[in-house]
């Protein structure tokens, strides 16, 4: 018996036209966008709009395993969501490839999409985008502690 992998998208009409929120996670999380890796990312990520007409880049983060953008076409466009992200995680695989060397897989088969429905979710999400990197840097050891330590009393 032959195993497929779940397809996840919606009917692709939906991807057409719209604002949406896109995150990318590299394969098994490595550190891979971090000094040059990042800016090849960043670049590649500003260039959607050059690369396919009728859509634009709003809001972006490359963190050292991930992706966060926020990508919207204001008209409907021959090319669909889906189709601008496969040609981005083409695109950056082949670059790291020529740049690094690297073989094999740079991204995770799917992704995770959002469709932005209101101003107030387009305001939220870029609040996030523009946190993601000061989440990265919490020590999560400091803040919540292990297991190990006893918990405070309380009185």
Do not use: C
Request: hydrophobic share 40%.
């Amino acid at each position: 018996m032959k195993h497929f992998r779940k397809h996840l998208r919606l009917h692709p009409d939906l991807y057409r036209t719209g604002w949406f929120f896109v995150t990318i996670v590299s394969r098994s999380r490595e550190k891979a966008f971090i000094g040059t890796g990042k800016e090849i990312i960043e670049h590649l990520l500003r260039s959607i709009p050059h690369r396919n007409p009728g859509w634009g880049i709003d809001w972006l983060v490359a963190m050292p395993d991930h992706v966060h953008f926020i990508v919207v076409s204001h008209r409907i466009n021959p090319h669909a969501l889906p189709d601008v992200v496969r040609a981005f995680k083409s695109l950056a695989a082949y670059a790291f490839k020529n740049r690094f060397g690297r073989a094999g897989s740079l991204w995770q088969p799917n992704y995770y999409e959002h469709i932005i429905r209101s101003e107030k979710s387009l305001a939220n999400i870029r609040r996030y985008i523009d946190n993601n990197p000061l989440k990265e840097r919490l020590d999560w050891n400091i803040i919540d502690p292990p297991e190990s330590e006893p918990a405070p009393r309380t009185p």
